[in-house]
């Protein structure tokens, strides 16, 4: 075979444009562009800015969060997931489940929702009569009734639900959130979350901690009746000396950053006082509802007696003032562990139908008037709403009580706004309610897809940590591709 000769013009061009081209492809490798690349896509976060707005991977449907979480874990069969075979064999052994043993204890026999379902809206879905306001914008809702969890205990369940992990030690949800897209909000925290005025759930901060993230990443818990603490200028400090004393401390910490210029600590330190500074002045006035007019207050109940209803109520308020001024990640409990089980939460095992009665009458109006404002103000079109609970409930009553008990095989989660169909179920559990029968789902799944809508890619936001690339959604998750719209 004769050799291919080149000549001393095509050799040259041949050699510019094929170092180009392995340049390009070095790149793109190291960005992780290449068609098909799994490599991972870490955030280019400013030391001294952590918190400015970064894009996503790419264009999504919504811009921010409201993630409600009802703590306790609500019975899915008693709200949103009707079964008529459920009602049909009331009092009647569980198929096969003469011997099953769950979380408490062995089971009794079946018993049907304690509250009416009846269609709603435009679309006829079934829902109970136990939260009837909520009930009435079940068109807006997209549920996802065949949603599992790894964990029949409330500790482990609720830092799975937020964190993705059944142990401890892992970053919550909206710290990936703030990590990857930072806050169009330049004087607010990036993410912020609502304790029940009852208090806190049973993991606490795990449900808004960073873990292993940049501690400028955790959710700010504070709440309309506890905004953060310390906020007020000291007695006898004038309005002009507290800026006065800013601005000079100020131009010291400009002028020590700058002889320190690689120090990305230091500039991390500097930026996290800067913005503990601008809350000073704005966390007090987006936590003054008095600047709402009465028919809002009347809406979400913030002037009921009931002085848990009236807490939560302007807890919800101070939620969609928070999302209106672009809070990425806003996280609103409802339910708490400091009064025993089932007094302050969803936790029905002795006596559900009192309890839940109660819990209902707090969620109920409160939650519906703040999507219903979301909706009336915009808000709605690029902001996603997940309602979630840590797992759902038998279809049984437990033998000797009048409650359910644990049920992590099977139970429903909504959501609503930017990116979601609205009056479509996903998915379906048994003829019981037992377990997901149908197009079943995780809670890797459910985090997948929060991150899809938001425009994140799952399997490439991570952190390196302890050696491991690590993710929102481990290993596992896939997009819930029928509840996009």
């Not at 050699?15 to 098909?36: K, N, V, W, Y």
């Not at 700058?258 to 704005?282: C, F, N, P, V, W």
């Not at 936001?461 to 996009?484: A, K, P, W």
Request: contains cysteine; neutral net charge; aromatic residues 8%.
């Amino acid at each position: 075979m004769t050799p291919f000769l080149a000549d001393r013009r095509s050799f040259l061009r041949d050699a510019s444009t094929g170092l180009g081209g392995i340049a390009l492809l070095a790149m793109l490798a190291e960005q992780g562009l290449l068609a098909g690349d799994k490599a991972p896509l870490r955030p280019d976060i400013a030391p001294d800015s952590p918190l400015s707005a970064r894009k996503p991977h790419f264009t999504p449907k919504a811009k921010r969060v409201l993630a409600v979480f009802c703590s306790g874990a609500v019975s899915h069969v008693d709200t949103f997931d009707y079964k008529p075979e459920l009602v049909k064999r009331d009092g009647q052994p569980l198929p096969g489940g003469d011997k099953l043993v769950t979380f408490q204890g062995a089971q009794g026999n079946l018993v049907k929702p304690l509250w009416a379902f009846k269609p709603r809206g435009q679309s006829g879905k079934m829902v109970s009569d136990l939260l009837p306001n909520l009930a009435n914008l079940a068109d807006e809702m997209c549920f996802v009734h065949s949603m599992t969890a790894k964990s029949n205990t409330h500790g482990p369940a609720e830092n799975q639900m937020s964190t993705g992990f059944t142990l401890d030690g892992f970053p919550s949800t909206g710290a990936w959130v703030s990590y990857a897209l930072g806050s169009e909000c330049k004087d607010l925290p990036a993410f912020v979350a609502i304790p029940d005025p009852r208090g806190v759930p049973q993991v606490g901060p795990n449900n808004w901690g960073s873990a292993f993230l940049p501690g400028v990443f955790q959710g700010t818990p504070f709440s309309a009746d506890k905004p953060i603490p310390n906020l007020a200028r000291p007695l006898g400090v004038s309005e002009k000396a507290d800026v006065d004393t800013r601005d000079f401390l100020k131009l010291l910490n400009d002028d020590h950053a700058k002889t320190r210029s690689g120090d990305s600590q230091l500039s991390a330190r500097i930026a996290s006082y800067e913005m503990a500074a601008k809350m000073q002045l704005r966390a007090s006035e987006v936590a003054d509802l008095s600047k709402e007019s009465k028919t809002v207050h009347d809406a979400y109940g913030t002037g009921d007696k009931d002085k848990w209803k009236s807490g939560f109520a302007r807890n919800c308020l101070l939620a969609r003032r928070l999302l209106e001024r672009d809070v990425r990640f806003v996280q609103l409990f409802n339910g708490s562990y400091a009064m025993g089980e089932g007094v302050g939460n969803w936790d029905g095992h002795k006596t559900l139908k009192s309890q839940y009665e109660t819990h209902a009458a707090i969620l109920d109006r409160p939650l519906a008037a703040l999507l219903t404002d979301l909706n009336r103000t915009g808000l709605l079109k690029d902001t996603l709403v997940v309602w979630v609970t840590e797992f759902g409930r038998m279809p049984t009553f437990q033998k000797g009580a009048s409650g359910r008990d644990h049920n992590p095989k099977g139970f429903t989660v909504w959501l609503a706004g930017a990116g979601v169909k609205r009056a479509h179920s996903h998915g379906a559990t048994d003829e019981f309610g037992y377990q997901a029968a149908e197009k079943i789902a995780t809670i890797y799944d459910l985090h997948a897809t929060i991150l899809h809508i938001l425009g994140l890619n799952h399997e490439r936001l991570s952190f390196y940590h302890n050696g491991i690339e690590r993710r929102l959604t481990d290993v596992h998750g896939e997009v819930l591709e029928g509840v996009l719209a």
